[in-house]
Nanobody, 121 residues
Framework: QVQLVESGGGLVQPGGSLRLSCVAS????????MDWYRQAPGKERELVASVPSIGFTNYADSVKGRFTISRDNAKNTVYLQMNSLKREDTAVYYC???????????????WGQGTQVTVSS
């Protein structure tokens, strides 16, 4: 099995910064795309940012210029640097990864348990 564990959430004032981390562990041969999603109360889960194993990153329009996604393939870790945070960024942030557990196995998708980010004064 594969586990994704997020960390780094918390309470921050508007205009502040937070850095989220997500570590993938378990039976992993390779990881394709790694993503961050978020879900605010009463809203659907939405894609925030994604980073493929090779290629360009992708961001939701609402976070472009403020958030930066990056990954460390050697550590099976993805990060989300969040700057200039706004109240509307308040949500539970989830890590998501497309994982191949062995060369012969199809890609499977996994979610972390989520980490709360609250932007409030």
């Amino acid at each position: 099995q594969v586990q994704l564990v997020e960390s780094g959430g918390g309470l921050v004032q508007p205009g502040g910064s937070l850095r989220l981390s997500c570590v993938a562990s378990g039976s992993i041969f390779s990881i394709n795309t790694m993503d961050w999603y978020r879900q605010a109360p009463g809203k659907e889960r939405e894609l925030v940012a994604s980073v493929p194993s090779i290629g360009f990153t992708n961001y939701a329009d609402s976070v472009k210029g403020r958030f930066t996604i990056s990954r460390d393939n050697a550590k099976n870790t993805v990060y989300l640097q969040m700057n200039s945070l706004k109240r509307e960024d308040t949500a539970v942030y989830y890590c998501h990864a497309a994982v191949r557990r062995t060369p012969a196995v199809i890609i499977e998708y996994y979610w972390g348990q989520g980490t709360q980010v609250t932007v409030s004064s």
